[in-house]
């Protein structure tokens, strides 16, 4: 029963920040890597960032570069994504998803998602 479970959103001013959480349970984060995307109503699904096992290394999407960062911790078996100078734009449901090791996949290829958590940014 692998699940993801995020955590941490809620309503917060522009330029302020917020931190999500990503657990995994029923399987261990070591060999998946983890995708965050952002969805708002009527438009698809957007890439926020991706991690991958291979090389350690975190891509941004543009948008966000320079204001989020990517982390996790093993031990707790958690993501975390650190969202810094929050933008009005940045509103979305925030979802975590997991790919075993790999590329990082396009949306509609994971199988493995997080129930979504609201961001809102407005003051």
């Known amino acids: 029963q692998p699940q993801l479970v995020e955590s941490g959103g809620g309503l917060v001013q522009p330029g302020g920040s917020l931190r999500l959480s990503c657990v995994a349970t029923g399987f261990g984060l070591k060999y998946y890597g983890i995708g965050w995307f952002r969805q708002v109503p009527g438009k698809e699904r957007e890439e926020v960032s991706c991690?991958?096992?291979?090389?350690?290394?975190?891509r941004y999407a543009e948008s966000v570069k320079g204001r989020f960062t990517f982390s996790r911790d093993i031990d707790k078996n958690a993501n975390y994504l650190e969202m810094n100078n929050l933008k009005s734009e940045d509103t979305a449901v925030y979802y975590c998803?997991?790919?075993?090791?790999?590329?990082?996949?396009?949306?509609?290829?994971?199988?493995?998602w997080g129930q979504g958590t609201q961001v809102t940014v407005s003051s």
């Open positions: 998803a997991a790919f075993y090791n790999g590329r990082c996949l396009l949306p509609s290829d994971y199988d493995r």
């Open positions: 991690f991958t096992t291979s090389d350690g290394h975190t």
